[in-house]
């Protein structure tokens, strides 16, 4: 794993995005075990609190669960996957939109853009647009 | 824990307390009034420049010097013997003798305290790239550190404190003795760590203390220091430093 990690946003988000990435891109798979604390804090390079509160949020979101003596491991539940996926794409929406009204698009104009960057994107062969941000 | 199943679960007990803490050398005072605590299982970072009074507060926590007034407390003990055996210090100046090799120091450290783990000082040498017959007096300045670090990790104490750890190294030495504190960090023990060199070791952190000419100016979770501010440790350090 290899995160760039901004100093300026509290880490366990940044990780915690960072995992939920990973499921939605299938990099980890549904019911798949996840790296312990030990293992994560020594992969990147943070501190084990930091690993082990991310753990804890991905738990309370239902994103992960812990097996007693087992560890820990992403849900099997497609539903909370595609909810995952969901809020991300928000979380992208809004802050493009952001974005845009700061530049002074208004709604229908955002629309315009966006339908004809997608339309572009669809005519270009091969789909070098595929792939996420990472 | 004995009998009185009552008591407030709340009451953690500390490693290490300061209330009131004050130091002077000649007419310099190095440490004003400075209190604070550090619970179980944290990484600290003790960020200050040069001056500051970041090796004042650490060789008080030792028992290597007595505060002027104010108290300290080690799990409870005064500093003294059995605050010695509790806590690992490694100073910011080489503790070994320079006729020693790796393998004479690390002995001697296993003479000295009843904590040294002969396995894990191994497997620090090996992480370290560091072999038993290397002379000390022939290390690089960033072998030396690294040989200090295995020093101090190589006991199993409560509670560690690192004088400046990544000083006067290299990049790539630096990201090497990083690693090391990471791996080698027990989740049971606490870790002081002073530096002035914030932007690299600042992720390890759970909480900072600053301390500016002798008086500790904030001390704060890390993360929650970056929900708040929006900020790095290293950026408001840099602007905590600036407002003279």
Redesign the interface.
């Known amino acids: 794993m290899t995160i760039e ?1 901004d ?6 988000l940044q990780i915690m995005n960072y995992i939920k990435l990973q499921i939605v891109t299938g990099k980890l798979g549904p019911g798949e075990k996840i790296p312990s604390v030990r293992e994560l ?2 992969e990147l ?6 690993i082990q ?1 991310t753990f804890q949020e991905l738990e309370r979101e239902g994103v992960a669960e812990s097996r007693r003596g087992l560890g820990r491991f992403v849900t099997s539940e497609d539903e909370k996957i595609m909810s995952i996926k969901k809020e991300m794409a928000a979380e992208l929406l809004e802050r493009f939109i952001g974005g845009m009204r700061e530049l002074g698009f208004d709604n229908d104009n955002i629309v315009k853009i966006v339908a004809e960057s997608v339309n572009d994107g669809k005519r270009e062969p091969g789909g070098s647009r595929s792939g996420t941000t990472a | 824990m004995t009998g009185s199943a009552n008591r407030e679960e709340a009451e953690v007990e500390q490693l290490l307390e300061f209330e009131a803490v004050s130091k002077k050398y000649g007419n310099k005072a190095a440490l004003r009034d400075v209190s604070l605590s550090v619970g179980p299982g944290r990484i600290v970072g003790l960020l200050g420049s040069n001056g500051s009074g970041k090796t004042t507060l650490m060789r008080i926590a030792a028992g290597l010097d007595r505060p002027d007034s104010g108290t300290v407390r080690v799990l409870g003990h005064e500093p003294g013997r059995a605050s010695k055996a509790l806590i690992s210090f490694m100073p910011d100046r080489p503790q070994f003798e320079r006729w020693m090799t790796v393998g004479e120091a690390l002995d001697f450290q296993r003479d000295f305290f009843a904590d040294f783990d002969p396995d894990k000082s191994k497997r620090m040498l090996e992480f370290m790239k560091l072999s038993r017959g290397d002379k000390a007096s022939s290390l690089s300045k960033g072998m030396q550190e690294r040989l200090q670090l295995t020093l101090a990790l190589s006991r199993r104490a409560s509670l560690y404190l690192l004088d400046e750890p990544i000083g006067g190294v290299d990049p790539v030495a630096r990201g090497h003795i990083l690693d090391a504190l990471v791996e080698f960090y027990e989740e049971d023990s606490s870790m002081i760590v002073s530096t002035h060199l914030i932007a690299d070791i600042e992720r390890i952190f759970d909480e900072v203390l600053m301390i500016k000419e002798g008086s500790l100016v904030l001390r704060q979770e890390v993360e929650q220091l970056r929900m708040d501010s929006g900020k790095s440790v290293d950026q408001l350090f840099k602007e905590v430093y600036a407002e003279c």
């Open positions: 990690f100093n300026n946003l509290p880490i366990y804090a020594s390079k943070i501190n084990p609190n930091t509160r």
